[in-house]
């Protein structure tokens, strides 16, 4: 018999992904806020896809897990969809390794995502979790480099592909960028 799960390891960070981490660390065993927006809502649906470990730097303190689970109990039952699911489904379709699991992807609030070229480390001192984020205009639009030296940029209303020249040009010049 084996206890290898079937389902590819999907890990989700806790503090900053699924609990709003506003108030910062209090101590392992102490969780003082609220959800993230659509946090239950998307553990749910990827519990059929995925093997869903729940992990923080919680999971390995005394009472980290126990307090997590305990979190799940208060706030998932009060999700506006918390109707539409199995009844007490965390509790069963969750898991919370006390040790980080090799995963087949990760979900984190605070991770650079390697794709191929490293970045310049003072680079990485800019980080800034999504939450943390100066939320001006265009700090809330998505920029993704596209092939031909273009850049997709995106908001909540419309998106645009414009040359990378251009962004260049808008992000040195301050004045541009105030008159936006
Ligand atoms: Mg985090």
Redesign the pocket.
Known sequence: MTDKPRKPILLV?F???IHS?ASGWRGADVIPDDPVDGAFQFLYCATSLFHVNVYSSRSSEPNGIEAMRQWFDYHAPKNPDAHLMTAHWWRTDLHFPREKPAAFLTI???CWCFEGAFPLPEDLLLFEPWNKRNRGDFQRCMVAPMAGDMVFIADETASVVVPRALIDRFVADPETRESR
Do not use: F, I, P
């Open positions: 960070d503090d900053g992904v981490y984190d609030d605070r």
